[in-house]
């Protein structure tokens, strides 16, 4: 097999949308755990997927 470069463009591109999957689901399942309307779920949703994507994989990697 070839093996692939850990930080090429399109490898990023796939962690981010699967982060911001999860963060979206993760965030929507708190808000509906708590009553939240629909809208309330959709906007902490965003967030929660803005705070993984941003805030995790936008760190460097210090070696």
Known sequence: ???YHQDCSLCRVMRSLAFTGLGMGVGAAIAYIFGASRQ???LTGIVVA???VFGLLG???RH
Do not use: G, P, Q, T
Request: charged share 35%.
């Open 59 to 61: 760190r460097e990697k």
């Open 1 to 3: 097999m070839k093996s």
């Open 50 to 52: 803005a705070i993984l």
């Open 40 to 42: 309330n779920m959709m």
